[in-house]
C-alpha cells in the first residue's frame, strides 16, 4: 500500500467546513483513497472513498487531485460530534494487500465551540 | 442489526496467563479483521479471515492465534500474555465485492486489555 502523510492535528470552527489534506505521492492506478475517523477510542468509523472522480456522500465530500497524488476530505458544517482522529488511508480494492487497511497516526481534528 | 460485538470490553491479564477475545457479527460478512491500536498510534492487522474456515496472518501476528469455525464468529486467542500485549483489540468484518473484501468495513467498540 502506498503511505499517506497527514498533518498531526487541526482545529476547525463550528459550523464552518472542516478541509483536512492528505498527500499519496506514490499512489498506485488500482488504489483507492479511503476515509476512516475514530471518535475517542471508539471503534473507526467508514466515511468515504474514491478513486479519481470527487465524491460526496451524507458525512463529507472527497477532493482527488488530477494526479491523484492528493486529496481533502471537506465536512461542510464541523459540529462538536466531529471532533476525531481522521484517518487517510490507500488500499486497492482487490489483490495482494487489500485485505488490510493501513492506518497511520491520522489527523486529530478539533472542533472548536 | 447489532453489527459487530466484542466481549470482554476490558481485561486484565497477569504475564503467562491466556484468554480469548470473542468477536460476532451479524451481518452476514465473509470477511472478519483483528487488529491493535497502541496508545497514540494507528491500528496494525493481527488476523484476518475470508469465510469459515480460511484465516491468514495480518502484520503482527506472533503471539496470537484465531479460528473462524462460522461465518458469525472469529475469536483472537492469546497464548502465554505479555507486557508487550496491552492493547486495544479492534475487530471488524466486512462484505465482499467483486475480487475484494469490500469498500467498508464495520468495527466493534474493542477489548482493553493490560498485561501485568
Known amino acids: 500500500d502506498a503511505k499517506t502523510t497527514q498533518p498531526p492535528s487541526m482545529d476547525c470552527a463550528e459550523g464552518r467546513a472542516a478541509n483536512l489534506p492528505c498527500n499519496h505521492s506514490?499512489?498506485?492506478?488500482?488504489?483507492?483513497v479511503y476515509w476512516y475517523r475514530q471518535i475517542h477510542s471508539q471503534g473507526p468509523q467508514y466515511i468515504i472513498h474514491?478513486?479519481?472522480?470527487?465524491e460526496t456522500n451524507e458525512m463529507a465530500s472527497l477532493i482527488i487531485t488530477e494526479d491523484r497524488k492528493s486529496s481533502t476530505l471537506i465536512l461542510p458544517h464541523a459540529t462538536l460530534r466531529d471532533t476525531a482522529v481522521y484517518y487517510c488511508?490507500?488500499?486497492?480494492?482487490w489483490g495482494a494487500g487489500s485485505y488490510q487497511l493501513t492506518f497511520g497516526k491520522g489527523t486529530k481534528l478539533s472542533v472548536i465551540p | 442489526n447489532a453489527g459487530v460485538t466484542q466481549t470482554p470490553k476490558f481485561r486484565i491479564l497477569k504475564i503467562g496467563q491466556s484468554m480469548t477475545l470473542q468477536c460476532t457479527q451479524d451481518?452476514?460478512?465473509?470477511?472478519m479483521y483483528w487488529y491493535r491500536q497502541d496508545p497514540g498510534m494507528g491500528l496494525k492487522l493481527i488476523y484476518y479471515?475470508?469465510?469459515?474456515?480460511?484465516?491468514d496472518k495480518g502484520e503482527v501476528p506472533n503471539g496470537y492465534n484465531v479460528s473462524r469455525s462460522t461465518t458469525e464468529d472469529f475469536p483472537l486467542r492469546l497464548e502465554l500474555a505479555a507486557p508487550s500485549q496491552t492493547s486495544v483489540y479492534f475487530c471488524?468484518?466486512?462484505?465482499?465485492?467483486?475480487?475484494?473484501?469490500?469498500?467498508?468495513?464495520?468495527f466493534g467498540q474493542g477489548t482493553r486489555l493490560t498485561v501485568v
Open positions: 451481518m452476514n460478512h465473509n470477511y
Open positions: 474514491g478513486l479519481k472522480n470527487n
Open positions: 471488524a468484518s466486512s462484505s465482499p465485492k467483486g475480487q475484494g473484501p469490500g469498500t467498508e468495513a464495520f
Open positions: 488511508i490507500v488500499r486497492a480494492d
Open positions: 506514490t499512489i498506485s492506478g488500482n488504489e483507492y
Open positions: 479471515s475470508v469465510g469459515a474456515g480460511i484465516t
